[in-house]
């Protein structure tokens, strides 16, 4: 039983002596934060790219088809670099300020990320839908943007929420990395509590249970929301 008493001490030292607690959820909130507005940026700049790269296909303007090369560039690049690199790289070229807020610094890096699989993602919802829809709206005298905002986008997304829903888990986990340009979130501030007790095993250990929280209940949250359309798509 020594060994279950001292694995309970390290476990109280990380946790309770300083209120080291507070640091924990400090870090959560700076989490929370970051993955909630990097979400919204990686939606919106995969919607956008997705949107060009299908419209590339349709349309013979020449703007168009230079925006989708600029399109299909960032995917790749995005895709084939770690991400760690690519926060390196934005934080160093862009955010260059020690003022600068840190919860805009990490949901650029992580939604710029973030963006470029969602493109994706949304490009294979949108391609899914039988292209009679778009001839439907268009036959209605729908505009092409109109067409796509009110039909083919909402079946794409009921479509590919699984795999976005996927993905946002994966962003959660991901923000970790953004403590190495010196971001207070969960995983720099069990790295701090380490540094105080001399034992950075448990900290990490609480974080990955804070964490593994997180995903879970996203997991559970998007379950819910995936049964209710599938109910409505029935009725």
Known sequence: ??????????????????????????????????????????ILIGVLIAVVRVSSRHSKSPVIKV????????VTVIRGTPMIVQILII????????????VIVGAVCCGINSGAYVAEIIRAGIESIPIGQMEAGRSLGLSYHTTMSTIILPQAIRNILPALGNEFISLIKETSVISIIAV??????????????????????????????????????LGTVEKRMAKGQRK
Not at 67 to 74: F, S
Not at 91 to 102: A, E, G
């Open 67 to 74: 925006l989708n090369q600029v399109a299909r560039l960032y």
């Open 91 to 102: 934080y160093n070229l862009i955010f260059t300020s020690p003022s600068t807020n840190p």
């Open 1 to 42: 039983m020594n060994w279950l008493s001292t694995v309970g001490e390290a476990f109280y030292n990380a946790w309770v002596p300083e209120k080291r607690y507070l640091a924990y959820l400090s870090g959560l909130r700076m989490t929370l934060l970051i993955s909630f507005f990097a979400v919204l940026i990686g």
């Open 184 to 221: 207070n979130d969960l995983t720099k501030m069990a790295g701090y509590v380490g540094s105080r007790t001399w034992d950075v095993i448990p900290p990490y250990v609480i974080a990955a249970l804070f964490y593994l929280a997180m995903t879970l209940g996203l997991s559970k949250a």
